[in-house]
């Protein structure tokens, strides 16, 4: 036996004795480190080519969290900053705004971006997080798969096959400062040829505070119901599913000194077929999304339309190829008013794509993978979005990685039909937008380093340079004296700039019942960026689980964000604890503190024209039956 062959063995036997040592709930977790979202296939973390990190449903729940965007604080190099009680700022790697427009987020590969400004709306995607399997990060640019927007990174929100949640489920959480309540209901059983689920959830959310400590009475409310029915038969598998969902909150209108209810409506229907072929599988998705969105100063009615196919060949020892074409069209009606509109105010557009991916393995230990995305839009015709990785893994617990990508992020309905006005009736501001903008592009170079000896302990380490040209900005003003007297600015490429930076993450389960965790990111942003960006330079982020006995458990996540460079937030640290009491198979209750070091702190700029928000210290109690 070879040198190598005899490390592997004993680098199999080492996993597969810890993986004895591991409880039931442990050995979920390592089930589920495969990822799709880098390479369009499922694979393990150690062969992926990328800053991955992978939140499971373990980590969702013994953090205590409650909303989406909360989950993604675990992520190392990720900034989610709350603004208010339904707002986040999220980015990874930089350039964070209230409108992040470089993160392409999914939902079961279903993008949730809204094309009016290329950025989420969170408070539209309150998921009932019992159902969620894991969320895939990919720190970095995934443009050569994913398209336009998948600049920074990628997020991609998966949720459990109908199988995986049969019988009933009921879960309710009693809060303050937070969740005032939530109510979530489910239920899953057997078809003919697969599974179905039907879900409910309502969600009360409490006012968020102002500097001085005074509610805002901006409370937000949600309610949705959705079904998921998955089938399987030989080699075909398919699922279908749908939801619908409202939101609603109260926001300050200026022009009647008093709250405004602020509404969104959102309806989808998704489906997946797959086919498993003897040399790799076929797979074709589509979606219809309609979204009506009332704000305060304008209303939004949005159908959009997606059909993606995608061809994975696997009939080679030493080589796979990927391949796929898509389609995506999207209609629009804006409705604003004389100082806040866009022009047309009714606005169809369509992007035609298509992308491969062909991959080598070589000398047994190396890993090459090109690949490109083409795409056609109609803002600037056709984008090329290469990349290049390289993945070297001499040994089965470790492995080496390097990446240079190109991606772009196209042009919005704001950054090219926005008008607005504003200033003092002597000497009125108009912003327009451009409809002769480009794509921003980045050129990326990441480096990384894994190391898993066994199924304990894993450690993770990128660096990355990104370097960006022709950001979008508003350019110089230019006076103009007729006919409309006044200021006058536009929309322009008119910035450029790099960042650099490292993240790593450690995991170590010291015992069956003992488990810590470990992630820090610093990020260093140069030139013009941090005019656009509201981004930290440090980040740290520890996770302590430990189940004292087969009832109880006391989980720990502590998160460090240092000062924000040219603002006035300052650094803080949050600490949130709980409890869990598992009286039985069936019951379980939860009951926890958020932010315990402080009564209130800010993550993030206020939005125009409302007073900076904090985060305040909450409390929560959560039980949850199963039959």
């Known amino acids: 036996m070879s040198e190598v062959n005899a490390e592997s063995t004993l680098s199999a036997q080492n996993i597969i004795q810890a993986l004895r040592a591991l409880s039931l709930e442990n050995l979920s977790e390592v089930k589920v480190l495969q ?28 953090a205590g969290i409650s909303v989406l965007p909360e989950a993604l604080r675990l992520v190392p190099g990720v900034q989610v900053a709350r603004i208010d009680t339904n707002k986040w700022a999220i980015s990874a790697r930089g350039f964070n705004a209230r409108f992040a427009s470089k993160l392409l987020v999914m ?51 998966i949720t459990k096959a109908a199988c995986d949640t049969q019988g009933g489920l009921v879960s309710t959480t009693l809060g303050s400062g937070e969740e005032k309540g939530i109510l979530g209901i489910r239920y899953g059983g057997k078809l003919p040829l697969g599974h179905y689920r039907l879900y409910s959830k309502l969600h009360v959310n409490d006012s968020a505070l102002n500097e001085q400590g005074i509610e805002q009475e901006d409370d937000w409310h949600t309610k949705q119901i959705g079904l998921r029915v998955d089938q399987a038969v030989n080699r075909d598998a398919w699922d279908i599913e749908t939801e619908y969902y409202e939101t609603t909150y109260q926001r300050f209108d200026r022009k009647i000194q008093q709250n405004k209810q602020i509404k969104a409506k959102n309806a989808h ?21 309609h979204t009506q969105r009332d704000d305060l100063l304008y209303s ?98 470790y492995s080496v990685w390097a990446a240079l990508s190109r991606a772009v992020k196209t042009p919005s309905r704001t950054g090219t039909d926005f ?8 000497m009125p501001i108009y912003i327009d937008g451009n409809t002769t903008l480009e794509s921003e592009t980045l050129l990326a170079y990441e480096l990384g380093h894994r190391f898993q000896p066994n199924a304990r302990f894993s450690f993770d380490l990128s660096l990355f340079l990104h370097k960006y040209r022709d950001v979008v900005t508003v350019g110089e003003p230019h006076f103009v004296a007729y006919p409309n007297r006044g200021l006058y600015y536009k929309n322009e490429n008119a910035l450029k700039g790099h960042s650099y930076g490292t993240e790593f993450a450690a995991k170590w389960q010291i015992t069956s019942d003992f488990k810590v965790a470990l992630n820090y990111s610093y990020l260093k ?10 981004s930290p330079k440090q980040q740290i982020n520890a996770q302590i689980y430990w189940n004292i006995n087969s009832q109880w458990s006391w989980n720990h996540n502590i998160y460090y964000t240092s000062k924000i460079p040219d603002t006035d937030i300052a650094a803080y640290t949050r600490w949130d604890t709980n409890m869990g009491w598992k009286i039985s198979r069936d019951l379980n209750i939860n009951v926890g503190i958020r932010n315990l070091l402080d009564k209130q702190h800010r993550e993030f700029l206020p939005v125009s024209g409302i007073d900076a928000l904090e985060t305040p210290r909450s409390f929560y109690a959560k039980v949850q039956y199963r039959f």
């Open 525 to 534: 942003e140069q030139d013009v960026l941090r005019a656009e960006s509201i």
């Open 419 to 426: 008008h607005m006005q504003t200033g003092s009736p002597r």
């Open 107 to 157: 939902i079961d590969g279903r993008t949730i971006y809204t094309p009016l400004r290329a950025e989420v709306n969170w408070d539209a995607h309150n998921l009932l997080l019992e159902d969620v399997d894991r969320i895939e990060v990919i720190r970095g640019p995934g443009a050569s798969l994913w398209g336009a927007n998948a600049v920074n990174g990628i997020i991609n929100i």
């Open 269 to 289: 229907i998704l489906g997946r077929w797959k086919r498993e072929l003897t040399d790799g599988s076929l797979q074709l998705q589509s979606y219809f999304t």
């Open 300 to 397: 939004e009615k949005r159908d959009l339309y997606d059909i993606d196919f995608q061809h994975n060949i696997e009939r080679w020892q030493t080589q796979s190829i990927i391949w796929g074409l898509g389609f995506r069209y999207t209609k629009d009606h804006i409705v604003g008013t004389p100082t806040f509109y866009y022009s047309p105010d009714r606005r169809t557009d369509n992007i035609f794509s298509a992308f491969v991916q062909h991959e080598w393995q070589f000398a047994e230990q190396w890993r090459l993978t090109m690949g490109t995305k083409l795409e056609h839009n109609d803002y600037t015709g056709f984008e090329v979005q290469p990349s290049v990785r390289l993945l070297w893994t001499p040994r089965d617990y």
């Open 35 to 62: 990822v799709s979202s880098a390479s369009r296939k499922s694979q393990s973390i150690m062969e992926t080519a990328a800053a991955s990190y992978v939140i499971t449903q373990e980590d969702i729940r013994r």
